[in-house]
T-cell receptor, first 114, second 114 residues
Framework: GNSVTQMEGPVTLSEEAFLTINCTYT??????LFWYVQYPGEGLQLLLK?????DKGSNKGFEATYRKETTSFHLEKGSVQVSDSAVYFC?????????????FGAGTRLAVHP | NAGVTQTPKFQVLKTGQSMTLQCAQD?????MYWYRQDPGMGLRLIYY???????DKGEVPNGYNVSRLNKREFSLRLESAAPSQTSVYFC?????????????FGPGTRLLVL
C-alpha cells in the first residue's frame, strides 16, 4: 500500500513568517492528495486537495503543489497568523483505486506567536 | 446542518467494561469511517462502511465491532475495554467511496480506560 512521511513538529513561528511543512509519499499511480487541519479541541477538516499531478490546491492562503517527480505535496503559506495554530495532516489514499481509505501522517503541530 | 455528530464527548471506563460510541451524519453521505488518534501516530482507520449495509476492517480493527444501523448512523462498540484502547475516536463520512472524496469529521470522543 501507499505510505506518507511528514515533517515532524512542533513548528514554532512568529506571526507573518513563512511556513513550509514537508510531505512526501509513496504511491502507485497518481492518487489524489489531501491536507487536513485540526484546530484545538476539534475534529479534522479538509484544508486543501489536489486531484492530479502538477495540480495546485489552495485555501485560506495555504498552497500545496502535487509534484509527481519528487512525490511531494509540501504545504506553504506566505504569512502565518496566530489563528493558523493547529495540527496539519498530509493524507494520500492508502491504496490505489478502491475505497476512500486515507493514510494520515503523524501530523505537524504549528504554533504561531504574536 | 449539524454535519457529523458524536456521543459521548468524553467517557471513562474500567477495564473489561463495554460501551458503544455513537455517530450520525445529516449530509446524506454513503460512506462512514471510524478512526482512532493516538499521540504521535496520526489517525488510524478502525472500520469503515462504504455504503449502507456494508462494513469492512481498517488498519486496527481488533477489539472493536461496528454497526451501520442505517444510512445516517454508524456505531463503534468496545465489548471488553482495555487500557490500550484509551484514545480519541473520530467518526467521519464522505459522499461516496471514491478516493477523491472529502471526508468530514466529527468532534471526537475522548475515551479513558482505567
Amino acid at each position: 500500500g501507499n505510505s506518507v512521511t511528514q515533517m515532524e513538529g512542533p513548528v514554532t513561528l512568529s506571526e507573518e513568517a513563512f511556513l513550509t511543512i514537508n510531505c512526501t509519499y509513496t504511491a502507485t499511480g497518481y492518487p489524489s492528495l489531501f491536507w487536513y487541519v485540526q484546530y484545538p479541541g476539534e475534529g479534522l477538516q479538509l484544508l486543501l486537495k489536489a486531484t492530479k499531478a502538477d495540480d495546485k490546491g489552495s485555501n485560506k492562503g495555504f498552497e500545496a503543489t502535487y509534484r509527481k517527480e519528487t512525490t511531494s505535496f509540501h504545504l506553504e503559506k506566505g504569512s502565518v497568523q496566530v489563528s493558523d495554530s493547529a495540527v496539519y495532516f498530509c493524507a494520500p489514499p492508502a491504496s490505489p483505486g478502491g475505497y476512500n481509505k486515507l493514510i494520515f501522517g503523524a501530523g505537524t503541530r504549528l504554533a504561531v506567536h504574536p | 446542518n449539524a454535519g457529523v455528530t458524536q456521543t459521548p464527548k468524553f467517557q471513562v471506563l474500567k477495564t473489561g467494561q463495554s460501551m458503544t460510541l455513537q455517530c450520525a451524519q445529516d449530509m446524506n453521505h454513503n460512506s462512514m469511517y471510524w478512526y482512532r488518534q493516538d499521540p504521535g501516530m496520526g489517525l488510524r482507520l478502525i472500520y469503515y462502511s462504504a455504503s449502507e449495509g456494508t462494513t469492512d476492517k481498517g488498519e486496527v480493527p481488533n477489539g472493536y465491532n461496528v454497526s451501520r444501523l442505517n444510512k445516517r448512523e454508524f456505531s463503534l462498540r468496545l465489548e471488553s475495554a482495555a487500557p490500550s484502547q484509551t484514545s480519541v475516536y473520530f467518526c467521519a463520512s464522505s459522499e461516496g467511496d471514491n478516493v477523491q472524496e472529502t471526508q468530514y469529521f466529527g468532534p471526537g470522543t475522548r475515551l479513558l480506560v482505567l
